[in-house]
């Protein structure tokens, strides 16, 4: 079993390229979303999806965009990247939203922006 | 918003009992989690409380109170594959939100 899937592993960028974050599941789960870690301030919600065609913003959504074609893949787009973007990216699922449901994490991405 | 605060480091010794407390001030609440990572990896789900009272399993127990914004962690028997950090993570009234505090970065020591 896959479980959730993040690519690439690393990435370095420089200021104002731009790039997509990968994400895909295969547990058929609705709910998916991306979160930034940083040292100290833990994990930080950037944009949400209960399904496909349904996107909505968290709490640091400036920056990045999304979008929820199919139920499986949920990438996260750089449009142009700044040295506050480096962090690690973690994508997470769960079956119908997170209520009495656990987040399955993806494996992390870790950007750096020079 | 959501206000959740959590030690940042604790150390504890192998075969004792450590407790990790998170407060929170929510706007909000329809359940709280708690998650394990180890450095260097993904987080991974403990256990989630939405009523008052202690969850347990195996060695870890979870409590909660809602109406003193407080839950803490229980972690008995500790062993040194116990040393990572520990999440706390309130969810909004829809459902949609998990917000979570900082983390607490557990050591074991032998």
């Known amino acids: 079993n896959a479980g959730v899937t993040q690519t690439p592993k690393f990435q370095v960028l420089k200021t104002g390229q731009s790039m997509t974050l990968q994400c895909a599941q295969d547990?058929?789960?609705?709910?998916m979303s991306w979160y930034r870690q940083d040292p100290g301030m833990g994990l930080r919600l950037i944009h949400y999806s209960v399904g496909a065609g349904i996107t909505d913003q968290g709490e640091v959504p400036n920056g990045y965009n999304v979008s929820r074609s199919t139920t499986e893949d949920f990438p996260l787009r750089l449009l142009s990247a700044a040295p506050s973007q480096t962090s690690v990216y973690f994508c997470?699922?769960?079956?119908?939203?997170?209520?009495?449901?656990?987040?399955?994490f993806g494996s992390g991405t870790q950007l750096s922006v020079l | 918003g959501q206000n959740i605060d959590q030690p940042t480091e604790m150390t504890a010794t192998e075969g004792a009992i450590v407790q990790i407390n998170c407060t929170y001030q929510?706007?909000?609440?329809?359940?709280l989690f708690w998650y394990q990572q180890h450095a260097g990896e993904a987080p991974t789900f403990l256990s989630y409380?939405?009523?008052?009272g202690l969850e347990e399993k195996g060695r870890f127990s979870s409590f909660l109170s809602r109406s003193k914004g407080y839950s803490y962690l229980l972690l008995k028997e500790l062993q040194m594959k116990d040393s990572a950090s520990y999440l706390c993570?309130?969810?909004?009234?829809?459902?949609?939100?998990?917000?979570f505090g900082g983390g607490t970065r557990l050591m074991v020591k032998p």
């Open positions: 409380n939405v009523l008052d």
């Open positions: 997470a699922s769960s079956y119908e939203g997170t209520q009495n449901e656990k987040l399955f």
């Open positions: 929510t706007s909000g609440f329809n359940g």
């Open positions: 547990m058929n789960h609705e709910y």
């Open positions: 993570a309130v969810l909004n009234n829809a459902g949609n939100m998990l917000t």
